[in-house]
């Protein structure tokens, strides 16, 4: 399940139709679009249409130069060649799961409610943290007893707050009040077992991003590396429309091997 974020955008002088880029900067060869649904795109539908260009490429032809090559010294040369191919195909796969993600737009989310959502096959939820005026996106299971935490509620202390048994999370993930536990007891609320992972998120061109990988070598990864940014959705000139919408697919057969 992917979240596809679609944005157009328009001004008196132009119309732009812009589509996310596909995870970006990819060089996947010929990736398998697999739609269990067949979605049919409906003809007056403000989404705009993929099309996937074929490249155009250009054969030219080599022509050898009359020296020859000593079969040793060629042998050699198809060896090294060999392995500065395989070394750039390593260099060039594509890690999906470094890389920012778009959510939601900001408008569409509820301060009131936590969201559950499923984005690269991760389920999340989303939440407003009053606490540190800003959206947060944690796994949607609770550390406890594995509940989905967007059934949860915030609670009055700005906290998210599992349905099933009540613990309460701050802004990083921490369990902060465990009802069970005795008050003159051991703090185990402290405990990293009770920690709910916490992606890092920001908010750019009123879109929620997210990126699927909470170890804490990526805490500050937005000062690091951002999303993609359409300086048209934050020009007052332009009008636009957001929308989006949940499609099912996957890579299937070697292609999704090789990703994995
Ligand atoms: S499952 Fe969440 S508090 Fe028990």
Redesign the pocket.
Known sequence: MGTLTATSLSSASSHLNLIPRRPFGTKIKNPILHNPFSYQHPTNSHLPSYQFKRAKFELSTAISSTDTVPAADQSSKDASFGQETENSEKDEKFDWYAQWYPVMPVCDLDKRRPLGKKVMGIDIVVWWDRNENEWKVFDDT?P????PLSEGRIDQWGRLQ?V????CFGGSGDCKFIPQAPPDGPPIHTSSKACVAAYPSCVQNGILWFWPNADSQYKDIFSKEKPPYIPEIDDPSFTNRMLTRDIPYGLTGKEGDQLR
């Open positions: 609770c406890h007893r594995l509940a599992c099933y048994h009540g613990w």
